[in-house]
């Protein structure tokens, strides 16, 4: 069983910048950050594997970056220029178990509100 554990979130101006930590229990092999907005699905903003290659939602790329510590079990999300449309709450992601019977666990969540 793995458990994850989020901190950071809260409430930046428009253009701020903010930063998501997320550490893990266990042992996974790939994390990731997704978010949900209210009225909208779950979706994913970007994700990161145990050699360290990354994945972005085209409408993050350029403003946030994913980083991993591997030696702390803890993925990070730095986010810069934030717009009023990134508000949401954003859930980290760990899969673990093996490539053909993957589980995935997921953070209590984050609220990131980007408001004047």
């Known amino acids: 069983q793995v458990q994850l554990v989020e901190s950071g979130g809260g409430l930046v101006q428009p253009g701020g910048s903010l930063r998501l930590s997320c550490a893990a229990s266990g042992s996974v092999f790939a994390m990731g950050w997704y978010r949900q907005a209210p009225g909208k699905q779950r979706e994913l903003v970007a994700s990161?594997?145990?050699?360290?290659?990354?994945n972005y939602a085209e409408y993050v790329k350029g403003r946030f970056t994913i980083s991993r510590d591997n030696s702390k079990n803890t993925v990070y999300l730095q986010m810069n220029s934030l717009e009023p449309e990134d508000t949401a709450v954003y859930y980290c992601n760990a899969k673990a178990g093996t490539p053909w019977n993957i589980r995935n666990y997921w953070g209590q969540g984050a609220q990131v509100t980007v408001s004047s």
């Open positions: 990161i594997t145990g050699g360290g290659t990354t």
